[in-house]
């Protein structure tokens, strides 16, 4: 039996490299290596980009204007409703990747275009490729995804949301991101990795005897200036530290200006996003999240799967997330993350421990062939319910 022609709709897609990118772009080549007929439609954020390309053998349409502003919006949105009225007899559902006001537009024209409709509903997704005016609070996005045919959420706190809005269970369907690249570790791959990085820029150079933590994805000022403080007191100590801050869309002058006033602008580099984290994860002694909701989608199951001892800013999703065993690696106000980077130096084992746990933990999970089926008989019933 051939597979669901799936249309996915995604404000942005790669190259971006944030988590919610990340992670769509390697759930739809999943789809396709699963049989599924995927076409991803999204904005042209640059004009040297070209309007069609292929990506991991995903069909991706790029349409002008970006919607940088709001003035733009307006115009993406029906440009987008547009290229699907033309093009609808292609395929047999549609899933938007991010509730907002784009999702009303096309749940408007569902009707005409006999197509069901799917939307992902994440509360805590990071507002990029929003433009100003069309930043909406948890309540509309839910009140958005209402009329559409199923809903889908990754996380309990995103189902709560829906169920207390009086959005009908039988509506909302709920898998959860994992890792679907696991990363092999060992000595003789980080030392393979360490020179390929060093070969892509000097500044990845990674002394003997030298711990290495890295902080993905993006973050706000005021956590990741208290990490950076935290792991300048660290090498005050005198321990062997590099720590690599890794796109985390945080204006770099403040926190260069702080770097370079302790002293440390050799062992504590800015960088922009890597679009492939395996290099990264196989040479990662620690991995700091200071804002896990904006890489919980993605970039903590990798790191999880790869058995990487992590530290992780306290959050009710990460709680649900993690078990139980492993809420030891959160760190917050009653157990701040400088007494948490004291212990991990001074109880390495006890850290690399907890992490195999945790990749114990997460590889006894639902594996990513078994999210991908729950993902086609998600469609293939949608569009079963629809023909009825």
């Keep these: 039996m051939s597979g669901p022609k799936v249309l996915v709709v995604a404000r942005r ?23 599924a007929k995927v076409t991803v439609l999204t904005a042209r954020w640059h004009s040297n980009w070209p309007p069609y390309s292929e990506c991991r053998e995903v069909p991706v349409h790029r349409l002008l204007p970006a919607p940088n ?32 006001a784009l999702v009303q537009v096309l749940q408007s024209k569902s009707q005409r275009w006999n197509l069901p409709l799917l939307v992902r509903f994440s509360p805590d997704d990071a507002g990029f490729g929003l433009a100003p005016g069309q930043k909406i609070s948890q309540i509309a996005m839910a009140d958005h995804c209402r009329r559409c045919n199923r809903i889908l959420c990754s996380t309990p706190n995103s189902h709560r949301i829906l169920v207390s809005q009086g959005i009908d269970e039988s509506q909302i369907e709920r898998i959860v991101d994992i890792a679907w690249e696991p990363v092999a570790r060992s000595v003789e791959n980080k030392v393979t990795a360490v020179n390929a990085l060093f070969e892509t820029s000097s500044d990845l150079l990674v002394p003997e005897r030298t711990t290495v933590l890295l902080h993905l994805g993006i973050s706000e000022t005021l956590p990741l200036l208290n990490t950076i403080q935290a792991v300048c007191d660290l090498l005050d100590t005198g321990t062997l530290v590099r720590m690599w801050i890794i796109g985390s869309g945080v204006e770099p002058s403040g926190l260069y200006d702080l770097i370079k006033s302790r002293g440390w602008h050799r062992e504590i580099l800015l960088f922009d996003s890597f679009d492939d984290l395996q290099e990264l994860i196989r040479i990662a002694d620690g991995y700091i999240a200071s804002n896990p909701k904006e890489v919980l989608q993605y970039t903590l199951p990798m790191f999880a799967m790869a058995g990487v001892p992590m530290l992780i800013a306290d959050n009710q999703d990460c709680r649900a997330w993690l078990p139980e065993t492993n809420h030891f690696q959160l760190y917050g106000p009653e157990l701040p993350l400088t007494q948490k980077l004291q212990d991990f130096f001074a109880n390495s084992d006890r850290w ?26 998600l469609f293939r019933d949608s569009i079963a319910e629809r023909k009825v």
């Design 13 to 35: 897609f790669w190259p971006f490299a944030d988590d919610s990118c990340q992670r769509l772009l390697h759930h739809c080549a999943s789809m396709t290596r699963a049989g």
């Design 352 to 377: 690399s421990s907890m992490a195999n746990n945790l990749r114990q933990y997460v590889c006894r999970s639902k594996s990513s062939d078994e999210c991908i089926q729950q993902w086609l008989c």
């Design 69 to 100: 502003t709001n003035w733009n919006e307006s115009h993406f949105q029906k440009n987008v409703a547009h290229w699907i009225g033309k093009s609808a007899a292609e395929f047999d559902c549609i899933y938007v990747d991010r509730a907002d």
